[in-house]
């Protein structure tokens, strides 16, 4: 079975930092792609970043320069580094992968994990 598994979110003050990790477990033999999208109340789910396998990133236009995403290939894990954190970024996050795993090709959603950005 695999697993993609979120931690890091939290209560932050605007202007602050968090960062979120995302590890993916289970029999998976290549991962193509992993990002972090977000969803906040009422709004639909959108992207925030991704990575591939060699490195390329993409980021949505609000988070540039704020956010930075990085992967570890050897722990099969996704980094999200969130600075200069605003009350408009307060959202659940999701982690998600493109990978291939004894099951096939399939994306997988991590549960989300909570990012709260208030004074």
């Known amino acids: 079975q695999v697993q993609l598994v979120e931690s890091g979110g939290g209560l932050v003050q605007p202007g602050g930092s968090l960062r979120l990790s995302c590890a993916a477990s289970g029999r998976i033999f290549n991962i193509y792609a992993m990002g972090w999208y977000r969803q906040a109340p009422g709004k639909q789910r959108e992207l925030v970043a991704d990575i591939i396998s060699g490195g390329s990133t993409n980021y949505a236009d609000s988070m540039k320069g704020r956010f930075t995403i990085s992967r570890d290939n050897a722990k099969n894990t996704v980094y999200l580094q969130m600075n200069s954190l605003k009350p408009e970024d307060t959202a659940v996050y999701y982690c998600?992968?493109?990978?291939?795993?004894?099951?096939?090709?399939?994306?997988?959603w991590g549960q989300g994990t909570q990012v709260t950005v208030s004074s």
């Open positions: 998600n992968a493109d990978l291939f795993s004894s099951y096939g090709r399939n994306h997988y």
